[in-house]
């Protein structure tokens, strides 16, 4: 069993950055792949980036190509998702997922089979 808890959202205005932690407990996910998610009101929750279990590899959703950046520290069971530039449309719950093997993810949402309870960004225009 795996439990994930997301930290460091906030409110930011346009143009600032934050960075979200999500820590992995009850079972190690250093050897898995770790995306994050995100939804906003009345939207499906979309693909915002993965990582490879060992950090060598990511993606990302073009809308978030070269703002955002994730990385992780496995001896800390964490990943992060560094966001800079934020707009007012990156204002959603964002969730961290492990994903069921230790390649890099899709953004798929079959791929992934814990997720942490998400947590609030807000950028005011």
């Known amino acids: 069993q795996v439990h994930l808890v997301e930290s460091g959202g906030g409110l930011v205005q346009a143009g600032g950055s934050l960075r979200l932690s999500c820590v992995g407990s009850?079972?190690?996910?250093?050897?898995?792949?770790l995306g994050w998610f995100r939804q906003a009101p009345g939207k499906d929750r979309e693909f915002v980036g993965s990582?490879?279990?060992?950090?060598?590899?990511?993606d990302y959703a073009e809308s978030v190509e070269g703002r955002f950046t994730i990385s992780r520290d496995n001896a800390k069971n964490t990943v992060y998702l560094q966001m800079n530039s934020l707009k007012p449309e990156d204002t959603a719950l964002y969730y961290c997922?492990?994903?069921?093997?230790?390649?890099?993810?899709?953004?798929?949402?079959?791929?992934?089979?814990?997720w942490g309870e998400g947590t609030q960004v807000t950028v005011s225009s």
């Open positions: 997922a492990k994903a069921r093997g230790g390649g890099l993810p899709t953004p798929r949402l079959y791929e992934y089979d814990y």
């Open positions: 990582i490879s279990w060992n950090g060598r590899r990511t």
């Open positions: 009850g079972s190690t996910v250093s050897t898995y792949g």
